[in-house]
C-alpha cells in the first residue's frame, strides 16, 4: 500500500500568481539589499546577505510547494520518503513489528515523552497527524504521519495484534 501527502495542484492562475509575486518579493529584496544595506556595510556584503536571503525564500518555496511525503506499508515494514519532484529521499523505515502505540501526538507524548521524534508531515494538508511510536536501536521514537483511514487501521490492527 502506497500513499503520498502532497500540496494541492495549483491552479494556472494560482501558479502564475505565485510566480509574480515571488519576482516581486525578490526584486523588492533586491531594492532592500542594494539600495538600503549596502550603505550601511558596502556593497558585497549587501549582496551576499542578497543571495542568502533569496536562497531562504527559494528552499521555503520549494519545501512549500514541490515537497512530498510518501509513506509505502509492505507486509513488515512502513516505509517513510520526503521526495522532491520525481526522486525519492529516504526518511525512516519503521518495521512493524516493533510499533507500540498508533494514536494522537498528544496521547504519545503522554506515554512516551523521552521519544525522539521524526516527522513526514506537511501542514495545510486535510489530514490528520498520527503518532506511531516504535522501538529503534537508540530507544524509543515517533514518527508524525498523515496517514489515510485505511493505513491507519492497518497500523492499528497490528498494534492489537501485538497485544494478544
Known amino acids: ?5 502532497e500540496h494541492k495542484k495549483l491552479s494556472a492562475l494560482r501558479g502564475v500568481l505565485l510566480i509574480a509575486g515571488l519576482v516581486a518579493a525578490l526584486a523588492a529584496l533586491d531594492i532592500l539589499c542594494v539600495r538600503v544595506l549596502a550603505r550601511w556595510i558596502g556593497a558585497q556584503p549587501a549582496a551576499l ?12 518555496m520549494l519545501h512549500v510547494y514541490v515537497v512530498k511525503y510518501v509513506y509505502e506499508l509492505n507486509p513488515d515494514v512502513l516505509r517513510l520518503n520526503r521526495s522532491y519532484g520525481k526522486r525519492p529521499r529516504h526518511i525512516e523505515d519503521i518495521y512493524l513489528r ?9 496521547e504519545a507524548k503522554r506515554r512516551h515523552p523521552r521519544a525522539r521524534r521524526v ?13 506511531v511510536v516504535y522501538k529503534s536501536s ?13 493505513l491507519k487501521q492497518k497500523l492499528e490492527e497490528t498494534v492489537r495484534s501485538k497485544k494478544r
Open 1 to 5: 500500500m502506497k500513499q503520498t501527502v
Open 49 to 60: 546577505a542578497f543571495w542568502i536571503l533569496g536562497g531562504l525564500i527559494a528552499l521555503w
Open 98 to 106: 516493533q510499533i507500540v502505540f498508533v494514536g494522537t501526538p498528544e
Open 119 to 131: 516527522s513526514a508531515v506537511r501542514r495545510g494538508a486535510e489530514l490528520p497527524v498520527t503518532a
Open 138 to 150: 537508540d530507544g524509543e521514537r515517533v514518527a508524525l504521519i498523515q496517514a489515510n483511514a485505511e
